[in-house]
């Protein structure tokens, strides 16, 4: 493996140093340029092609996101690890969705940055390991949302009242009176409901209802 050239754009003076002193002590690694803003940072990816990107998000004028997105819209396929001290998953989810390639917190031991950056050089995607459970429970409540929507899709307008009716404890009569439907009416379009979305008794309608945001709870 050839030198890996790296860009470092972060707004702390002596976190470039350190990083650089850090990343050249083996000699596989070579930081090419140095911004302390992401307007410098964008600049210096156009003029130095750098093979890495270690971006950090709080930045001056532009921040980490805005340049990473900035990159993906423009079509750039620059890889780019972001380096920071978020460890929220809003973040994380966030910088995954533009198309990072790496995301790791600041306060990782150096090997496991060099490891990150030797993993994005060669095309891999790198995630710090304490934010790894994070990110697959956000997938899957995201996932659990696309199932939402999706049966909500399913559902018609009429339904979706009833069903939101049901949530508020109301019995078939009062939902009839309620809608100024028939009872019968409101009888099929509850046993339409059930199937629809899965669930076998108005409790578990009710508690749908009220997990995917179709009734608030004061």
């Known amino acids: 493996m050839g030198t890996i050239n790296v860009l470092l754009a972060d707004d702390h003076s002596m976190i470039r140093e350190g ?3 850090l990343l050249e002590l083996d000699g596989d690694i070579k930081v090419i340029g140095e911004a302390g803003n992401g307007e410098i940072c964008l ?15 709080n930045m001056p004028q532009v921040n980490g996101l805005e340049v990473l997105e900035k990159l993906r ?12 001290i978020h460890n929220e998953v809003e973040y994380l989810m966030r910088a995954v969705e533009i198309g990072v390639s790496g995301y790791l917190l600041k306060d990782s031991e150096s090997s496991i940055l060099k490891k990150a950056i030797y993993a994005v050089y060669n095309g891999e995607n790198y995630i710090d390991a304490t934010m790894t459970p994070l990110l ?9 949302q696309r199932e939402a929507r999706s049966k909500e899709k ?9 069903l939101c009716a049901l949530a508020e404890g109301l019995y078939n009569k009062e939902i009839a009176s309620k809608l100024q439907i028939s009872e019968k009416t409101v009888k099929n379009h509850v046993s339409n409901i059930f199937k629809k979305i899965g669930v076998a008794d108005r409790t578990q309608a009710a508690v749908y209802a009220i ?4 009734v608030d709870i004061k």
């Open 211 to 214: 997990r995917h945001k179709f």
């Open 73 to 84: 819209n423009a079509g750039s396929q620059q890889k780019v690890l972001i380096l920071t």
């Open 136 to 144: 697959k429970e956000q997938k899957y409540l995201k996932e659990l």
């Open 154 to 162: 399913l559902l018609s307008t009429r339904e979706i009242e009833v």
């Open 43 to 57: 600049e210096l990816i156009d003029r130095l092609h750098p093979d890495v990107v270690l971006l950090d998000i």
């Open 19 to 21: 990083l650089k002193q």
